[in-house]
């Protein structure tokens, strides 16, 4: 006799299922993007919320963090129009061009779409899917395949986000601002999707910032597809400014062609429990890139990077180095793993990820892996985890520096490192002025 094991559903995952089945009738695109979406969610319904068990969620068990599913938020009201107005001061006020999307629906009138440069074409990924845009047709969930859950509910409840597609050989003068702002007092969950293709030679820089109200647990589950053609040269900044009882999955899954220059960081200094995830394929050979990002947790707060560089061809080069400051009970998490594939000859790769301690309840998981399948490549990892060092602590001390301001200069440098890779000056200064309030909050 052979008994039927059945797995048992909890409450967020029967919520998922039930949420899925009253509005996918109802979330944009033909039968085509419908097929898609049914896909995605078999593959969550097969396998359920990742666990501790899941090698890859190992240190973020989302089936204990995520216990009920918060229902769709509803389009914008003018009232969340005019909260998110001032949205987007994360990256400070330098020139950009702004796209705000308020709880999820792209905003027009809060956005910068006029004087378009020729050549750079932008559009709501929701008005884009219920019209079978090529470009979409072409992209959308194809750039890098995954089965990872958190993508696969992305794909299923995926309603707005933006499509940009910048034509070969055009440069955007100014970053390109995805503003995403969660409003209102009421729980609620947000799939957001978006896609950009650089084409050959293009360049461009692209920044994502997510914040919301504090006191709220709402969700953020988002997706960026980036295509990046040969010889062109993207840097990416996304900003996590959460507020404090949020939960947030991104994930990014970007290809980078040859001859090309690709720059991501992550900096994470908000929300309840973060998931960064980044799908890196580097598709064409004497590419460069360099993938980076900083965290700054207190409290409670959750904060895990997972990252896969995947070196298909031979003749790349990637940098890994993320930084995590540590204060609290909070806790870190760094996965990264560098695959090098049989053809990937003269693949030189090195991943580093550091944390800095600043309590004994802190604590920081680090897992860095390499996958090699060639012979004549140059590749390694490293990670740490500690304390100040009081020896530099008693030097700056020794010099007349106040014990809480030569903490501060020493934090300052250890995040700075990963920072001055941004190649946005300014940009790079409104960060390190956000590392600065949060140390003065600290006290």
């Known amino acids: 006799m052979n008994a039927e094991i059945r797995q ?21 695109g033909a039968a085509a993007v419908a097929a898609m979406r049914e896909k995605a969610f078999a593959t969550f319904e097969a396998r359920g919320l990742p666990h501790r068990r899941v090698e890859e969620w ?46 999820g629906v792209f905003v027009p009138q809060l956005s910068d779409l006029a004087e378009l440069e020729q050549g750079l074409s932008i559009r709501p990924m929701a008005e884009a899917l219920a019209q079978g845009d090529p470009l979409v047709s072409a992209h959308l969930g194809k750039v890098i395949e995954t089965d990872d859950v958190a993508v696969a509910l992305n794909t299923a409840f995926m309603g707005d986000g933006a499509v940009i597609r910048i034509a070969a050989g055009i440069v955007v003068e100014h970053p390109l601002h995805l503003v995403f702002v969660t409003t209102g007092d009421r729980p609620v969950s947000m ?13 461009a820089m692209l920044v994502e910032s997510y914040e919301g109200p ?19 040269h993207v840097d990416h900044v996304k900003l996590i400014g959460e507020g404090g009882d949020a939960l947030h999955i991104s994930s990014l899954m970007a290809a980078v062609g040859a001859r090309a220059r690709f720059n991501d960081f992550t900096f994470t200094a908000g929300g309840a429990a973060v998931r960064n995830q980044i799908f890196l394929r580097l598709d064409g050979e004497e590419t460069l890139a360099r993938i980076s990002g900083a965290s700054l947790l207190k409290g409670r707060q959750h ?14 080069q990637s940098r890994e180095l993320f930084k995590s400051v540590l204060d609290g009970e909070s806790r870190g998490v760094f996965q990264g793993k560098i695959i090098v594939r049989p053809d990937a000859q003269k693949t030189d790769a090195k991943m580093m990820t550091n944390a800095l301690l600043l309590s004994e309840t802190a604590e920081a998981d ?4 390499l996958e090699i399948f060639a ?39 250890f995040v700075g490192d990963a920072v001055e890779g941004i190649e946005h000056a300014g940009l790079r200064e409104v960060l390190m002025e956000n590392v600065a309030a949060w140390l003065a909050a600290r006290g």
């Open 375 to 413: 012979d004549d490549v140059v590749c390694g990892h490293g990670a740490t985890a500690g304390a100040l060092n009081e020896d530099l602590l008693f030097y700056l001390r020794a010099r007349g520096i106040p014990p809480k301001e030569a903490e501060s200069l020493l934090i300052q440098a």
């Open 191 to 203: 799939f957001a999707r978006s896609l950009v293709v650089a084409e050959r030679g293009s360049r």
């Open 303 to 316: 904060a895990d990077t997972t990252l896969v560089a995947d070196h298909a061809v031979g003749r790349c």
């Open 214 to 232: 504090t006191g709220v647990d709402y969700q953020v589950n988002s997706a960026l597809e980036l295509v990046v053609g040969d010889e062109a």
């Open 58 to 103: 190992k240190y973020t068990d989302l089936r204990a963090l995520m216990r009920d599913a918060k229902p769709l938020a509803q389009p914008p009201d003018a009232k969340a129009r005019a909260q998110a107005r001032q949205a987007g001061n994360l990256a400070g006020d330098m020139d950009r061009r702004r796209l705000v999307f308020v709880d």
């Open 366 to 369: 680090a897992k860095p892996e």
């Open 8 to 28: 048992i559903k909890t409450a967020a995952e029967q919520g998922l299922a039930d949420a899925f089945s009253s509005v996918k009738a109802k979330l944009p």
